[in-house]
């Protein structure tokens, strides 16, 4: 999924603890409402006006025009510990040659079909409601966690800022994050807002779009919340999350460039095929 952070959701659902009850705490929260308010004071400021983290990479526009696609922590900080609780932030960058700014807002903005681009992990979705530059809409999320499945309904709210004619951003936030217990047997329920097993409290997607270069530069910061990994089983499960939510990222990534593309007319000599794809930490 794009900018919802629905491919960490995915990383989240491995870290489990199967089984075992949480509550989100109040403290938990008023961490995330801190950090989500500081991001978001931080775009709005800037509204763009700053180098985007692609300008902080080395050489990172003829890298991604080359097929590379970028991913690390954002800031250096894969995990932030909070009370009873972790944030995860990674940022990835992409290039997709040949696109309007248009086109790609066609497709993050088509949540009706964010199975077909961005399934398994995501087994259904719904657009809710609409206006010119805000949207609501359901995701159903889907993952093997070890030997349970594990099953997340997450609404999320989103907004579209156009800053100047080549360049937007976008923000999305979770405002319901459900649960689905024994899933597909007969005592499956739907579970209070922030009860369950902890894997996904909360949720934010900000992307930076910019037209330049004969295509779409696609930058995707996915943020999410999370209950702690377990003291005992830090030290195996932590090294694992960090290069899974990577591996998440780029594939987030990649899906929205060949469903942009898969839009598309087939390349000419002005709109070249990618050289062969190569992935990267910066």
């Given at each position: 999924m794009p900018m919802y952070s629905g491919k960490a959701i995915a990383m989240l659902l491995t870290c489990s603890t199967a089984g075992v009850a949480a509550q989100l705490a109040p403290a938990t929260l008023s961490a995330w409402e801190d950090y989500v308010q500081a991001a978001e004071s931080r775009l709005r400021s800037d509204q763009g006006?700053?180098?985007?983290?692609?300008?902080?990479?080395?050489?990172?526009?003829?890298?991604?025009?080359?097929g590379e696609i970028i991913a690390a922590p954002t800031d250096g900080k894969p995990l932030r510990s909070v009370p009873h609780g972790l944030?995860?932030?990674?940022?990835?960058?992409?290039?997709?040659?040949?696109?309007?700014?248009?086109?790609?807002?066609?497709?993050?903005?088509?949540?009706?079909?964010?199975?077909?681009?961005?399934?398994p992990s995501i087994r259904s979705a719904q657009l809710l409601d609409r206006s010119r530059d805000a949207d609501s809409f359901r995701i159903r999320y889907i993952?093997?966690?070890?030997?349970?499945?594990?099953?997340?309904?997450?609404?999320?709210e989103a907004r579209y800022y156009r800053i100047d004619e080549d360049r937007w951003y976008s923000?999305?936030?979770?405002?319901?994050?459900?649960?689905?217990?024994?899933?597909?047997?007969?005592?499956?329920?739907?579970?209070?807002?922030?009860?369950?097993?902890?894997?996904?409290w909360r949720a934010l997607g900000i992307s930076r779009l910019e037209q330049s270069d004969g295509g779409v530069y696609l930058e995707e910061e996915s943020v999410a919340l999370s209950r702690k990994i377990p003291a005992e089983l830090r030290w195996m499960v932590q090294p694992f999350v960090e290069r899974l939510s990577k591996d998440l990222v780029i594939s987030s990534l990649r899906r929205t460039r060949l469903a942009v593309l898969g839009r598309k007319a087939p390349p000419t000599e002005s709109q070249p095929m990618l050289r062969p794809e190569r992935t990267c930490l910066r």
């Open positions: 006006a700053q180098a985007p983290w692609i300008d902080q990479v080395p050489g990172g526009r003829e890298r991604l025009r080359g944030i995860h932030d990674w940022t990835g960058l992409i290039f997709i040659p040949g696109a309007s700014i248009s086109d790609v807002l066609s497709v993050l903005r088509d949540y009706d079909r964010y199975a077909e681009y961005y399934g993952r093997k966690a070890f030997v349970v499945t594990v099953v997340l309904d997450i609404e999320y923000m999305a936030r979770s405002t319901s994050v459900r649960q689905i217990q024994d899933y597909g047997q007969p005592g499956e329920r739907t579970l209070a807002a922030d009860h369950g097993s902890g894997y996904v």
